[in-house]
C-alpha cells in the first residue's frame, strides 16, 4: 500500500509537554513537507526538506523542530515553546520531477 | 509568505449546476495544482498544469492554465452532493515549497 501515513489521527496533550507527529512515505520522494491548518486560515508551511539530513524553516518554524534522517521519514516536534499548538497538521511529500504535492491524512493535536 | 488570491471563498449552489473558481498571483509559475480536501482529511490532489493555457479534465472536472502564467481556473460541471468541500489551487516554479490559495469552500444544496 502505498503513500504517506501520519500517525496517530489524533494526538491530546498537556500544555507544556512536547510532542512528536509521525510523517512516514514509501514513494520514494525527496522532498517532504510540515503544513499546520486551522480553521479558515489554509495551509501554512511549517518546515520542508529537499534531502535527507537538510531542512528548511518555512513560515511558522517557531516552536517547532524536524529531523531528516531517512528519505521515508521526517517528524516533527511540536514543543512547549509554540504558543497554540492545537491545530490539524499535514505532512506532504513531492516528486521532483512533476512537481505534484501529495498529502498524509493529517493528525489533530489537541493541546490543553 | 506569500499567498496566492483564490475566488470564491465560498459558495453555496444547488445540485446540478455548474462550479467555478480561479486564482490568481502576482508572480508567474511554471505549475499550477488544484487540490479537494473533505472534512477532517488531507487535501487530494485533483488536477496538475504544466503548460501556458493548457486545459485539462478529471471526469467533471476541468482546469485551465492561464496564458498570462499569473492564474489558473477550475471548473465542476454538474454538481453532487460528494463535491462538498474545500478548494485549494497552489502554485510552483520549480523545487520550492508550493504556494497556496486560501481555498474555496463548496456546499451543495440536494
Known amino acids: 500500500d502505498g503513500g504517506i501515513t501520519q500517525s496517530p489521527k489524533y494526538l491530546f496533550r498537556k500544555e507544556g509537554q512536547n510532542v512528536t507527529l509521525s510523517c512516514e512515505q514509501n514513494?520514494?520522494?525527496?522532498?517532504m513537507y510540515w503544513y499546520r491548518q486551522d480553521p479558515g486560515q489554509g495551509l501554512r508551511l511549517i518546515y520542508y526538506s529537499q534531502i535527507v539530513n537538510d531542512f528548511q524553516k518555512g513560515d511558522i518554524a517557531e516552536g517547532y523542530s524536524v529531523s531528516r534522517e531517512k528519505k521515508e521519514s521526517f517528524p516533527l516536534t511540536v514543543t512547549s515553546a509554540q504558543k497554540n499548538p492545537t491545530a490539524f497538521y499535514l505532512c506532504?511529500?513531492?516528486?521532483?520531477?512533476?512537481?505534484?504535492?501529495?498529502f498524509g491524512p493529517g493528525t489533530r493535536l489537541t493541546v490543553t | 509568505g506569500q499567498q496566492l488570491n483564490q475566488s470564491p471563498q465560498s459558495m453555496f449552489i444547488q445540485e446540478g449546476e455548474d462550479v467555478s473558481m480561479n486564482c490568481t498571483s502576482s508572480s508567474i509559475f511554471n505549475t499550477w495544482l488544484w487540490y479537494k480536501q473533505d472534512p477532517g482529511e488531507g487535501p487530494v490532489l485533483l488536477i496538475a498544469l504544466y503548460k501556458a493555457g493548457e486545459l485539462t479534465s478529471n471526469g467533471r472536472l476541468t482546469a485551465q492554465f492561464g496564458i498570462t502564467r499569473k492564474d489558473s481556473f477550475l471548473n465542476i460541471s454538474a454538481s453532487i452532493p460528494s463535491d462538498v468541500g474545500i478548494y485549494f489551487c497552489a502554485g510552483t516554479s520549480g523545487n520550492t515549497p508550493l504556494v497556496f490559495g486560501k481555498g474555496t469552500r463548496l456546499s451543495v444544496i440536494a
Open positions: 514513494l520514494n520522494h525527496d522532498a
Open positions: 506532504a511529500t513531492k516528486d521532483r520531477v512533476t512537481y505534484e504535492q501529495y
